[in-house]
């Protein structure tokens, strides 16, 4: 398996534009995260999906921020406006609970380094 | 979930042993306690989790306290590829894993 693929790997946005991130977890798994890293904050998580459902939402910091999965193979995070603040990089983790793996072992993706001028 | 206390950073010279210690005095007893580290610019990556026997696998120990308050991941000969922030989590069954800030922990030739 390919692994979480997240894309773009880079962005930079001017401030007021929308931004689009992508999401695609590995086969079978049947839960997906998003998080966001800052200097400042670490790592938070942001939403996470059971089975393309979202089960808590309760870190997206406000409304400008919104999250799908229309399908078991594909996510996205959307902001819209886009500010500099948003500058960060946000991760896609995805986890499940066939095989050797431990239920919330998560398996985390490259990332997305998303800048906003 | 129950909340864990990190050293901020440790140093380990390569080739010996990297015991990282944490701490989760108010774990329940339903709570694993689950290792991730993050190698700069990667996505974290999981290490080892257990609940209350000691857990090893081809990467890590994981020595838990009798009464859980307290545990120690165990790197058995740290290379420089080891170098990375380690974060400790108290996590029940449910997936909201909430990340502190972790032990930059520095491998060191």
């Known amino acids: 398996d390919a692994g979480v693929i997240q894309s773009p790997r880079h962005e930079v946005t001017e401030m007021g534009q929308e931004v689009t991130l992508r999401c695609k977890p590995i086969?079978?798994?049947?839960?997906l995260f998003w998080y966001r890293q800052t200097m400042m904050r670490g790592l938070e998580l942001l939403i996470y999906f059971n089975n393309n459902v979202p089960i808590d939402d309760s870190g997206m910091p406000e409304d400008r921020f919104s999250a799908k999965m229309p399908n078991a193979s594909f996510s996205t995070l959307k902001i819209q406006p886009s500010e500099p603040r948003d500058s960060a990089v946000y991760f896609c983790?995805?986890?499940?609970?066939?095989?050797?793996?431990?239920?919330?072992?998560?398996?985390f993706g490259p990332g997305t380094r998303l800048t906003v001028l | 979930d129950a909340k864990t206390t990190q050293p901020p950073s440790m140093d380990c010279a390569e080739g010996r042993a990297a015991n990282l210690p944490c701490n989760h005095s108010t774990i329940s007893g339903n709570e694993y306690v689950y290792w991730y580290r993050q190698i700069h610019s990667q996505g974290p990556q999981y290490i080892i989790h257990g609940l209350k026997n000691n857990e090893t696998n081809e990467m890590a120990s994981l020595i838990i306290t009798e009464d859980r308050k307290s545990s120690t991941l165990i790197l058995p000969h740290a290379t420089l590829r080891d170098t990375a922030v380690y974060y400790c989590i108290a996590l029940n069954n449910n997936n909201d894993m909430r990340f502190g800030a972790g032990t930059r922990l520095t491998v060191k030739p």
């Open positions: 086969s079978g798994h049947n839960s």
């Open positions: 983790a995805s986890t499940g609970t066939s095989g050797a793996s431990s239920y919330n072992e998560q398996f």
